[in-house]
């Protein structure tokens, strides 16, 4: 029999391992700032594999591959085949998050033949100037290439199968106080175009690098009354484990949700694990950089694959993160690794 799977010392599951392919990006945006060059010690694939398994044993049953900009790595679709077998062992979804400016007609189809099932999109603009102040790039010509880009990446996944009207197709967007609060109706308007649920992201103080401040949020209400005077919405329950509120728009025209880490923390089910692309695993995405636990140890010079289940099964046992529940009351100024190597 199974051994039974862990939960954390506030009785929390196992459920979600986003896996980080790579700390590099090709854009730079301001709020994210990813580091120019990978951190020394990238994982090889049978050692990501190692660490998929172990983590779906137990008890993920769904794999977010990340990073930095995941469509970066040249074994992206490799890593999909190669983890695919452990859908037998309780792995129920492959899904990936992207800003799409990489994804090509081709790449959408082999990732779809590889088995992924879900792609989220970023984007934080509905213009080019928007576009371009919130991805780093030089001006609003450059923004508007980049936002055609991903509008031809939307189409390119969904030609490949990726279904919107069932989840498999979403588009992430950060709203930053000052420097795209005037996009949130232009990117629902977008996305109602498109039958795309939109998911609106509080912008968060994760890293110490994008100069943060509680002043430039916007909150999940206040997007949510922004966008509900423009077209009439409907709540939806929030599913357990979820990082988003949802909303049903009245005239039929699909979802909205905003994730609201910050005004409305939903740490008391968080069932997430991240894996940084040097191996390093974090149980909270607001975490110190030195609280992170090194897997190489059980992944070379071979991988030891009893051994870093018990690592990760007792460092699951032992979390007991509510970082973004704790901001609520206590104003801490703490370490925090960069997201782009944590892998957002
Ligand atoms: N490069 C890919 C992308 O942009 O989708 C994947 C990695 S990125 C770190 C994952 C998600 O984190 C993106 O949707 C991004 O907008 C979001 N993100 C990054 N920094 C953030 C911040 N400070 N606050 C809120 N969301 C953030
Ligand atoms: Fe790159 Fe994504 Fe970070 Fe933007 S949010 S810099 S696209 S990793």
Redesign the pocket.
């Known amino acids: 029999m199974a051994p039974p799977q862990p939960l954390d010392s506030l009785g929390r599951p196992l459920g979600v391992l986003r896996l ?1 392919l790579t700390a590099r ?1 090709n ?1 730079a ?1 301001p ?2 700032l ?1 580091d120019g060059q990978e951190p020394p010690g990238l994982l090889q694939l049978e050692q990501r594999l190692a660490v998929v398994q172990a983590a779906v044993a137990l008890g993920a049953h769904s794999l977010r591959l ?5 469509l970066l790595h040249p074994q992206l679709e490799n890593l999909i085949t190669a983890v695919e077998p452990l859908r037998e062992r309780g792995l129920r979804e492959i899904a990936l ?4 400016t990489l994804l090509s007609a081709r790449r959408a189809q082999v990732l779809r033949a590889a088995g992924l099932d879900r792609i ?3 984007l ?1 603009g509905a213009d080019g100037a928007s576009v371009a102040r919130m991805a780093g790039l030089a001006d609003a010509r450059a923004g508007e290439r980049a936002l055609t880009a991903v509008l031809e990446a939307i189409e390119h996944a969904r030609a490949a199968g990726f279904n919107p009207a069932t989840g498999q197709l979403k588009l ?3 709203i930053q106080r000052g420097r795209n609060d005037d996009q949130v109706v232009p990117l629902a308007e977008l996305c109602r175009k498109r039958g795309l649920e939109l998911r609106l ?7 110490n690098r ?1 100069g ?1 401040s509680p002043a430039e949020v916007v909150s999940a209400s206040e997007m949510a009354e922004r966008i509900r005077f423009r077209w009439p919405l409907e709540p939806l329950e929030r599913d357990l484990h979820s990082t988003a509120r949802r909303w049903r728009y009245r005239d039929g025209a699909g979802r909205i949700a905003v ?1 609201a ?1 910050v005004s409305q923390p939903f740490c008391g089910d968080c069932n997430r694990l991240r894996v940084t692309a040097d191996g390093v695993a974090y149980t909270c995405l607001f975490a110190a950089p030195s609280s992170g636990l090194d897997l190489k140890p059980w992944l070379q010079p071979s991988i030891a694959p009893m051994g870093l289940e018990q690592a990760l099964s007792q460092l699951w046992r032992s979390r007991r993160d509510r970082y973004s529940e704790e901001r609520q009351t206590n104003a801490s100024s703490r370490d925090h690794a960069e ?2 190597y ?3």
Do not use: F, K, Q, R
Not at 66 to 70: C, D, F, L, M, Q
Not at 97 to 100: D, F, I, K, R
């Open positions: 980080s990006c854009l945006c709020y994210c990813p990340t990073g930095g900009e995941p998050t992207s800003n799409g989220t999109l970023s934080d992430n967007a950060v992201i509080e912008y968060m103080d994760v890293g994008n943060w994730v880490s997201m782009a944590l892998g957002g």
